[in-house]
């Protein structure tokens, strides 16, 4: 049981190269989210999706996309890399809320846009 | 979402109890109160969570107000390994979505 796997762990790109993080979880969790940490700052939410082909927005979609054609993967795309997208990208799954289920965390990808 | 409010930051001394504090005055009445944590650069960390009792488990204990407007996360014996930064999110239990703020860094000093 491997949980939340992200790859790749470190990344450093061109302006304008576009480029997929990827993010896989074993646990057969339903609902799964994709988050930004800038430097000295708080995770905010991108995209999330609840489903295998249902997806919607987060606080900062914006030169983001998403798919989700599985439950075990949540692919994060970005279409065309700027300099302010330079940060620490996170992924999260859990089982659908309800309950009260704890989130389970990958280790990060560090992107840097130059 | 309801919002949380933290102080951004304490101290602790090693083998104390830290007490930290979050209030959630617009809290929900179908809303939880989550707790998590995150060392250095990793990936956040479940830490508890509670409805409206309190709750403890073999990390922390959780005391919510009666009222719901507030909560604080207790850790009995703090250690230099829970220096970190402390999170109180409160969650939907329909969406299911953890809204993030600044947390409160923890800084437990030998």
């Known amino acids: 049981n491997a949980g939340v796997t992200q790859t790749p762990k470190f990344q450093v790109l061109k302006t304008g190269q576009s480029m997929t993080l990827q993010c896989a979880q074993d646990m057969n969790h339903e609902y799964m989210s994709w988050y930004r940490q800038d430097p000295g700052m708080g995770l905010r939410l991108i995209h999330y999706?609840?489903?295998?082909?249902?997806?919607d927005q987060g606080e900062v979609p914006n030169g983001y996309n998403v798919s989700r054609s599985t439950t075990e993967d949540f692919p994060l795309r970005l279409l065309s890399a700027a300099p302010s997208q330079t940060s620490v990208y996170f992924c999260?799954?859990?089982?659908?809320?309800?309950?009260?289920?704890?989130?389970?965390f990958g280790q990060g990808t560090r992107l840097t846009v130059v | 979402d309801a919002k949380t409010t933290q102080p951004p930051s304490m101290d602790c001394a090693e083998g104390r109890a830290a007490n930290l504090p979050c209030n959630h005055s617009?809290?929900?009445?179908?809303?939880?109160v989550y707790w998590y944590r995150q060392i250095h650069s990793q990936g956040p960390q479940y830490i508890i969570h509670?409805?409206?009792n309190n709750e403890t488990n073999e990390m922390a204990s959780l005391i919510i107000t009666e009222d719901r407007k507030s909560s604080t996360l207790i850790l009995p014996h703090a250690t230099l390994r829970d220096t970190a930064v402390y999170y109180c999110i409160v969650v939907s239990s329909n969406t299911g979505k953890l809204i993030f703020g600044q947390g409160t860094t923890l800084q437990v000093k030998p």
């Open positions: 999260a799954s859990s089982s659908l809320p309800g309950g009260g289920t704890e989130a389970f």
């Open positions: 509670g409805l409206k």
């Open positions: 617009t809290i929900s009445g179908n809303e939880y």
């Open positions: 999706s609840v489903g295998a082909g249902i997806t």
